[in-house]
Structure formats: C-alpha cells, structure tokens
C-alpha cells in the first residue's frame, strides 16, 4: 500500500510562506490523487487542495485559493504552496492519497479507505 511522507511544517509569522511537501511512496499503478486536509484543535477537519498525480487536475477549497496552490512533480510528490499566511491557517496538516479526486459540492470528498499521512503542524504567529 502506499506510504505518504511529508515535510514542510513548522512556525511562520503572519503573512509568511511555507511549502508542504508529500512524497507518494509505492503508489498503485497509473494516476492517483493527492493532497491536504488540516485540522485545528476544537474544530472539524478541512479539505484544502489536491491534485492528480499522472493527470494535473487541481482543486483549492475556494477560501484558500488566493493564497494556496497545489501542484506536483514527476516523482509523485505533491507540493502546497502556501502564502500570505494567517493566525487562523494554524493547525495539524495531513497528507491524504486517494484513487481518485473526488470533488462534490465544492468539498474534496476523500473515501473511507484513502491513506493518510501522520501530519505536520503548521503555526503561524503574529
């Protein structure tokens, strides 16, 4: 099956950039999708961007996506760009490989067996 690393997290101030990274380890065969949901304590978790490795497709969750930007490489590892960051982009950012990128009412709907990374935590200061 396969296994998601990731890297990128840690402490920004306000209005700063980062960059998460997510490496598909032994994906299936053919395209797959790839991306990030978060999660902030007390609150529900977040779908935030994915993208089809082997295919392009993106998706942004519309009230990230003047600062956010998902894209990828050939070697199956995807990147989200993060800009212009924000008190409230505080929280534990995971990593989640699905067959495919389901986006249904405007929310990436990932299936029950998609695999997840162990997440990364993002905190952004003032």
């Known amino acids: 099956q396969v296994q998601l690393v990731e890297s990128g997290g840690g402490s920004v101030q306000a209005g700063g950039s980062l960059t998460l990274s997510c490496a598909a380890i032994?994906?299936?065969?053919?395209?797959?999708?790839l991306g990030w949901f978060r999660q902030a304590p007390g609150k529900e978790r977040e779908d935030i961007a994915a993208?089809?490795?082997?295919?392009?497709?993106t998706y942004v969750a519309d009230s990230l996506k003047e600062r956010f930007a998902i894209s990828h490489d050939n070697a199956k590892t995807a990147y989200l760009q993060m800009n212009d960051l924000k008190l409230e982009d505080t929280a534990m950012y995971y990593c989640a490989a699905d067959r495919e990128c389901t986006i249904l009412g405007g929310q990436w709907r990932i299936a029950g067996n998609a695999r997840w990374g162990l997440g990364t935590q993002v905190t952004v200061s003032s």
């Open positions: 032994k994906p299936r065969p053919g395209g797959f999708c």
């Open positions: 993208i089809t490795i082997g295919g392009g497709n």
